[in-house]
């Protein structure tokens, strides 16, 4: 099966590189031969080894925008001070992903990948390529935030800090339902055909759908109201922003790429390191933790992370607000990263 | 076209009477003919004519449900006291729909009807079937909320009280796009064949979709949370609210009908009756109004309405708190009917 997907590629993402971690046991059973996670590093380790920090990255997106946004010499993830790895989520289109892999295993056979996956092969990554054993902290947003949660509940000797922006450590029946109605938006498009497409084109309908839920849900109302998408970027009318950002972001994306996430993030659920306990699980971590929820997120709400802040030994809220909602990530509210990096600031400051 | 649709009868929508306003011209364009509006009344009209109620209908819901949540005895919307008549909107599956007209406007040929024919084909059936010419309320939720901002814009001598329950006098963007993506859930199914399906039972893909995204945008996250599901029924696990409440109840309904409803839902606009002001459409309502959005509500929020209630001369805003959120208004919260009720009895006492 061949699939045209131009988009995966360093023309559209910037520099990455590939390391393979040889064939790798996945929790759902089976094995991803030759899995190959698409790296981006900035800054240097230091001589103790002491100044990594993990970014993780979220449903649809890369190393890309996790650097576009968060990382750089003007900013708490300085590159001049840490040595920062950009890990690619498997499935993404950069690691291991349903277009890129051989045989058995590619496009719609591509096999369930869990969080826990993810982490295990981050680990092994640090380990054997960079030789870091311990990290500074570990962030992410969204389902780099589910990452995120894992790392300190599986490895709490290895992270001293973690900040899991707009995401949970376990995924709520609403959320379930949420990215379910993702990716019925992407099989319900006959040009799917069961994940045979030639190419996204063919999907072109389930994944403009797909970019209107993600719509929906990602923004809050009130960012609708304030019709806060013409700072998002030179749109003259909400239609001309459905068309080129809504409709125009998701329509290049791999549907089998957004569908292997997608299970991933509805599955997310440290739980499953302590039998099934949240509790248990949240309680086994050692890292200082800020959870930063954004105020007007509609999917991962301030709410459902306060529970599970609340387990965490070393756990405080960090509520960012912002009325773009979970989309908030992206930075396109001016008063978003200034929060961020003020939490950053002070938890990377913290003696652990 | 034969349409099989058992679900439309009074077997299980309950009685229900007919009423034909002749060939209906629509603010679209062209003419619906033999316009035939579904009523259902309770209590009399006194001498004086002036205790009539009008409770107009919402999005897939009917007379029935108004009736069962909101009328009886033991209600503020008291028979005893009030002549109650409950209209349903046209093409929801009673009034003309697109399952039950002949020929050139039926199924998917069905006209684009706006909130404002409702309301004009109401305004004319109270006059010339019931000779109302004044209503001591309109109450309704959701689409009926629509219609009740409609209602006291359009004719402010006729609405004495007005009382819409979690829903705006002018759709926002971000209820466009969610309108849109419950259309898009039934339109994406191959077996809706461009509106020529025989029967709802081939597009069930489509409408189980349509429910889970009414499901996401329902009820709250933190109902979800809470496992609220528990209370709406006799539902032992979450599977089991999925499959015979928010797939079930959606199963059974009329494609081409959601589509005719939800564009209308789409368009409401009472800014058409002032050159596209909100704020002089709104100026003119003479009417005493509570606006009543539901605390959580995720596509009606209260900040919406909150604008829209200061617009009006003599309007207040009376927040119902519930974490059932939009589908609060089918009262599975039982804190929620006491807070209606306490409102609304407040607002039928006011001298107007």
Known sequence: MAVDLPFYTEEFHGPFQLHGLGDFELEEGGVLPDLQLAVSTQGKLNAARDNCILVPTWYSGTHQIMEQVYIGPDRVLNPDEYFIVCINQIGNGLSSSPHNVDGAHAGPNFPKVRIGDDVRAQEQLLREVFGVEQLALVVGGSMGAQQTWEWAVRFPDKVLRAAPIAGTARNTHHDFLYTQSLMDAITSDPGWNGGTYASPAEVAEGLRLHGRLAGVMGWSTEWYKQECWRRVGDFPTFDDFTRDFTHGYHEVLDPNSLLAMGWKW?????????????????????????????????????????????????GEMRVINSIDGHMGLIATDPGYLPQIELHLRELLAQEV
Do not use: C, T, W
């Open 266 to 314: 509805q599955h997310a659920d440290v739980g499953r390191n302590a039998g099934g306990s949240l509790g248990a699980a949240l309680g086994r971590i050692k890292a200082k933790v800020y959870a930063m929820p954004i105020s007007e997120d509609m999917f991962f709400p301030p709410r459902d992370i306060a529970d599970e802040i609340a387990l965490v030994p070393d």
